[in-house]
């Protein structure tokens, strides 16, 4: 049985694996290290302490067990002040849904509500809406010569979508939408010091905006999620400030949630499409394959590349002993290109329709998945029948981070 000590030089090929992770290349093309990384034991030490797992069973195996817990404001407590644990950002992170462990997570992801099919055919007509007059856009600027993909579609759709619903004023969105990419960095796997300041100030900005949002709903409520929430949690508490604190928290959750993750969703998927133009021909042939390449694009590299949870009480993972509290990486990228979970893991097949943890498992199961998938599957409708065939201009540049990817630019023109 293994435990978490580790030679020194194991230690020091990790560490080096993970600096070539955090550069600009290897976030361009994460999966031949991650294949390194598997090779060195599917669940192995992280340097820094707790484990890294890339095998997909395993990672599943932990998203499903309730031995395994999310690290909330407790066990962030008890890392101790001069960690990243205490930074006001993480702090704040903690009290939102996904960072809570039951019973108070059942009790507020109850209070969320889901998406029924009902708000979903209404956002839809919303959507295509949107995608339409976005496509509009793309389509004027790319008969002048090459456009962003990225900036001009994959960017605008998400803020669009979720700042209608939650009826923001839209002149807001792209001050929100910047401070949704900066308050990122206290959720991403190692970050340093600067990037934690540009968090803290993201999320006080973003406390101030969000707390100003529900009181103001309060006094003129209507039929949107926020007033929704409003009145439920008036029957959950009786403290209305702990109630608006709790409504804060929601909306400002979904606003996290829903931007970065969906923005890089569309622009993977759409360099997917424009960098094959078999893919293209495919799709335009056999538009029932849309929501079959958007899983196959959530599989082959989704936007989320890790996950992470906290051993409830001493366990065994995979033949290695892991203490309560001590923390386990899921390198959902990663368990996404394991062999022995799918056939030939590294090609992109639009075929293959697969299951996949880009939504997560188990009780934190992402409540914005049908929403995702229908700003996907709308796009990518929309775009293969309105537009001449895309190409890429150029390759992408990837943002430096190990646990949210996001493509800086998406530079494409007309075959
Ligand atoms: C492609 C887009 C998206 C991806 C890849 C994604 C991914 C995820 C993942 C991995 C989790 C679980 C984290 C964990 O297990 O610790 C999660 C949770 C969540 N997501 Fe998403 N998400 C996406 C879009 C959205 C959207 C559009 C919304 C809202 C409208 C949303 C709302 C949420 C919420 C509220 C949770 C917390 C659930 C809970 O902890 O019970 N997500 N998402």
Redesign the pocket.
Known sequence: MGSLATPSSDRRATISLFSRLRTAEGQADPFPIYAELRARGEVSPAPWGGLLVSSYATCEQV?RSGTWL?PDTAWRERQGARTRWSAPSSREISRT??A?NPPE?TRV?RS?GT?DRGSIDQIGRRVSHVVDRLLDTLDERLRAGEADFAALVSEEL?VAT?GDWLGLPSADWPRLRELTHDQVFTQELLPNASQLARSDAAMAELRTYFLGLVRERRKRPGDDPVSQWIRTWDGLEPDQDKADEAVYFLAL??LL??LE??A??LSTMTLLLVEDPDRWSLLAQQPDLVPSFVEES?RYD???HV???VAAQDTILDGTEVGAGEMVHLL?GAAHRDPARFTDPDSFDPHRNPSH?????????????P??RL??QTLLRRMITRLPRLTLARRPASAPRVAFRRLLNLDVTLA
């Open positions: 998203l999310e849904l996904p809570l997570h992801r969320a998406f998400p979720i959750f979904v949630a829903a993750t969906t890089t969703l959530l989704p936007p989320t996950i992470s949870r959902v943890l880009a939504f997560s498992w188990g009780i934190h199961y992402c409540l914005g998945a929403l995702a700003e996907a």
